[in-house]
Every structure is written in structure tokens, then in C-alpha cells.
């Protein structure tokens, strides 16, 4: 399974007039979904373009960065990684010259059979300069171009090629296509803008342009985008979905519609099921900011207990989650949190959290709540306890960092240190995003996985493949 490629962003815009500056800010829309490396590649008089690099949106693509870009097609990403996989290398749209004319990729998602394709390749005289997704989408686009000459046909002949998750927007030179894989496990939508369309991972960008949501991608199909119209084709098209139920519990952001889902009244609606589940006998709601925020309004709304605000987040500080080393983290998470002492101070409190990966970060914020003289803190998390790897592109990768693995509901409480410990269950969860749930991935928190995984036990997929 390859390395770099994570749960990322993507966009592509076909229009009328240059694209550029419209790329931009939708990478900035969705920086949430990456903030290693931001890049955009477009297409200008017969070659492709590109500016990418290590960084946030807003210190890559600057006005001068990008001032000599121009073009009417283009297509941008954003990258998120984990600690270990921060070459520049990797930064994407990745971009490849080919016998057909130029390509450039840009990927959300994880090929779950790299490996196994990569080898294929290899052995037939192929060779790969970066362990990225992309690349390899380029070669399996490569080899389907050689043998079709018609870039549909040819993605119809990848899309049974790739396994595991991607949304992909892909510029064959001045043409751009986006696709989702048949299961639809990333989001990926269609707007229109002034003048043109935007393929993008969340709708909130397609509104930051002042534009119009059309539609999603649907899970197996590809979409060729131009500026006054677009041409949907189905690839592939599968009886069951599995849309990552991650992206409406924490991924996305609160304000997208992710599979006709508004992201925002998902996380409400799983803190209304979670106070109904978890009851508390307590002074207030507090959420964890800002992922917490949404799930803890909806907790408060169902029991009727006062929401707070209890924890000032230093909006500049780094990224807790990925740091390497445990006591970094937890170190981290003091300069990005702190505790409001006057709404606190002898309060019995719910404090409700998106998820617990590792515990750490509940770990030292109640014990940083105790210390500003918290009565009681009980916490609730808005998705039942993850433990198994995700294999499609969140950063939940290895068993053993799961605190919910091996220890009952009693020991992770004890480990955080809370007064009572509760999940939403995973039937609770599946009516908070209100879609059947062979429509969902679950895999995190089931340990059942919708595709083939390499190294994983086949017995789910005996019992899921009799769906299909
Ligand atoms: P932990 O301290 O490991 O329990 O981290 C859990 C917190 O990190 C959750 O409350 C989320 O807000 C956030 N989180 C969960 N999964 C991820 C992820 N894959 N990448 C970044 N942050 C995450």
C-alpha cells in the first residue's frame, strides 16, 4: 500500500475566462482537508503549469507565486499527511507527459492495491519516480490511452484497475475530467460558477465562488467538465455505496453537503442521539472546539442542559494530531488549548468530542479542566470507539494506536481520566447521517471493509460480497 497519500483535497475548474484565482481560493476553502502542501497546475498554450509546495494554501499560492499562471482549465489539491511522509516530492497535482499529451493528477483517497499494480508495472519496464498515488494513476491512465485512445474509455479501464478510494479530478491537456471510485467513499461534487464549472471535494467551495451546487459525483462515475457544460459517464455502478461516515462526523467541514447530507445537521443530530444514549446529570455541555462544536449544540438542544463555551482555542496553533512523539503531543495540546477558569471552576460538565483516536488529547485537557477546578467532567464522542486502521486515506492507520483497542469502556475512562465515558452507538451513528448502512464505510469503527484489503481478514468480505 503506498505511503504519502491521505485523506486530501482536490478541485478542478473549466472556464471561460482563467481559472487561477478561483483555484486558490478553493484550495483555501478546503485547507481543512490538508495542510502539508497546496498546489495548482493549468493549462497555457500547449504545456501544463504548475506552482506547488510545502505549505498552507495562503504561503504556496500567492499573489506572486502564481502570477504568471494562466489558463481556462485547471486543477488544484491539497495535501495532508502523516509525520512521516513530508517530501516535497509528493506534492501534488503531479504531472506527466505521455505519448497522448500531458497529464496532470491530483488525488483524494488511497489505491489500496499500490503495491500489487506498482509491481505489474515494474515488471513490465515501467518505472516510478515518487511512491504517490498519482503516479500510478498517470501509468494506469497511460497504459488504457495506448490501448483505447479516448480518455473515457480509458478511465472506464482504470476504474477496473484501482481499488480502494479516490476521488480524482485529471487534466488530459486543456480537458478535465473528475471521478469517484465506485463506492463512492470520498466526496467529490460538480458547481457551476460564473462562467464556467467546478469539480471540487466540498460543496462549501463551490459556494465561496458564489456558485451552484449541481450535484455530486456519483460513486463510479466519471464526469468531463467544461465551461458551459459537463458530460457524466457511469463506469461502474455497484448495488451498495460506502461513503466514509468519518467526513460527516470530523472530516468535513460543518457548512458542505456531502451526499446530499448537510455536514452540519449530521453533527447535530449525532449529539441529540448521543444525549438520548448517554444521559448526564451535569451543570453543562461544553464542546471541544472546533470539532466538537456542532455535536455538543445538538447534546445540549436533546437534554436541555446550558451549552458553554469552556475551552479558548489558540486558532494558530500547530497540528496536535500528527506530532510523532506522545509527550509532544500532549505538550502541544496545552499551547492550543485553554480552559475558560470562570465557566468551569466547580461545574459538573459534559465535555463532547468528535472521536478518540488516541486519547491523548482528552487525556490532558481534563486534566487540564481539573486543575481550573472542574467538579465532574463526563465525556461523550460523537462516533463509537475507533478501532480498526482506515485504509482509504484518514491518518487512523496502525491497531495498536487505539485506546479503544484491548481496554473495555471502564479502562479508556480511567485513562482519560473522566467521570463517565460514552460513544454514540454505531446504530445511532448511521441514523444521525440517515442513509442504510451498507451505504456507509464503517470500517474503523466495525473492522468491516467494503473493498478487498491486502493483509486484512477476508471474513468480512464473505459476508458483505453476498450483498453485491
Ligand atoms: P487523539 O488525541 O489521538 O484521541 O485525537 C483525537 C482527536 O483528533 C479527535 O477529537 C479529532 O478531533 C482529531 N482527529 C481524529 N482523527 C484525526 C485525523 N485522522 N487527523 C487529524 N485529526 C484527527
Redesign the pocket.
Known amino acids: 500500500m503506498s505511503g504519502p497519500n491521505h485523506s486530501c483535497g482536490v478541485a478542478g475548474i473549466a472556464s471561460a475566462s482563467d481559472v487561477v484565482s478561483s483555484l486558490q481560493k478553493s484550495l483555501m476553502i478546503i485547507q481543512h482537508r490538508g495542510q502539508e502542501s497546496a498546489g495548482i497546475t493549468v493549462f497555457d498554450k500547449g504545456e501544463l503549469q504548475t506552482v506547488r509546495d510545502n505549505g498552507l494554501v495562503h504561503a504556496v499560492l500567492t499573489d506572486e507565486s502564481i502570477a504568471h499562471l494562466r489558463g481556462k482549465v485547471g486543477v488544484g489539491h491539497v495535501r495532508y499527511s502523516t509525520a512521516s511522509s513530508k517530501s516535497v516530492l509528493n506534492a501534488q497535482p503531479m504531472t506527466v507527459g505521455t505519448g497522448f499529451g500531458a497529464v496532470a493528477v491530483a488525488h483524494n483517497g488511497d489505491i489500496t492495491n499500490y503495491d500489487e499494480l506498482v509491481g505489474g508495472y515494474k515488471a513490465r519496464g515501467a518505472s516510478f519516480l515518487t511512491e504517490s498515488d498519482s503516479e500510478l494513476v498517470a501509468a494506469v491512465l497511460g497504459k488504457h490511452m495506448a490501448l483505447h485512445n479516448d480518455p473515457v474509455k480509458a478511465m472506464k479501464g482504470m476504474m477496473g484497475e484501482l481499488e480502494g478510494s479516490f476521488a480524482l479530478v485529471i487534466m488530459i491537456n486543456d480537458r478535465l475530467f473528475g471521478m469517484r471510485d465506485p463506492y463512492g467513499l470520498m466526496p467529490l461534487c460538480i458547481g457551476g460558477i460564473e462562467g464556467g464549472h467546478i469539480i471540487v471535494s466540498e460543496s462549501a467551495a463551490v459556494d465561496a465562488l458564489n456558485g451552484t451546487f449541481i450535484r455530486d459525483v456519483a460513486p463510479g462515475e466519471i464526469v468531463e467538465v467544461m465551461h458551459d457544460r459537463f458530460v457524466p459517464h457511469q463506469a461502474v455502478t455497484h448495488r451498495h455505496k460506502a461513503h466514509c461516515m468519518f467526513e460527516w462526523v ?1 472530516f468535513a467541514r460543518p457548512d458542505s453537503v456531502i451526499d446530499g447530507r448537510e455536514v452540519y445537521d449530521v453533527r447535530k443530530r449525532i449529539g441529540e442521539i448521543l444525549a438520548k444514549e448517554c444521559p448526564a446529570d451535569v451543570d453543562m455541555i461544553m464542546p ?1 472546539p472546533d ?2 462544536r456542532a455535536h455538543a449544540i445538538g447534546f445540549s438542544i436533546a437534554s436541555g442542559i446550558q451549552y458553554e463555551e469552556g475551552f479558548m482555542k489558540n486558532r494558530f496553533a500547530e ?4 506530532l510523532p512523539d506522545q509527550s509532544e ?1 500532549e505538550l502541544a495540546v496545552s499551547m492550543k488549548m485553554n480552559p475558560i477558569k470562570s465557566t468551569v471552576k466547580g461545574k459538573r460538565m459534559v465535555i463532547v ?10 487525556k490532558k485537557l481534563i486534566s487540564m479542566l481539573r486543575v481550573a477546578g472542574a467538579k465532574e467532567v463526563h465525556v461523550r464522542v460523537g462516533s463509537p470507539p475507533v478501532v480498526a486502521p482506515c485504509y482509504y486515506g ?3 492507520r496502525s491497531r495498536d494506536q487505539f ?1 479503544a483497542n484491548g481496554h473495555t469502556l471502564d479502562e479508556v475512562r480511567d485513562i482519560i481520566g473522566a467521570d463517565s465515558l460514552g460513544y454514540i452507538s454505531i446504530e445511532g451513528l448511521i441514523a444521525a447521517i440517515g442513509k442504510p448502512e451498507g451505504d456507509l464505510c464503517l470500517g474503523c469503527v466495525n473492522g468491516k471493509y467494503p473493498t478487498r484489503i491486502p493483509g486484512e481478514a477476508e471474513r468480512f468480505q464473505s459476508t458483505l460480497m453476498s450483498d453485491f
Open positions: 470530523y471541544i470539532s466538537g497540528r496536535t494530531f500528527i503531543r468530542d468528535d472521536s478518540i483516536v488516541r486519547g491523548t488529547t482528552l484518514v491518518d487512523m485506546v
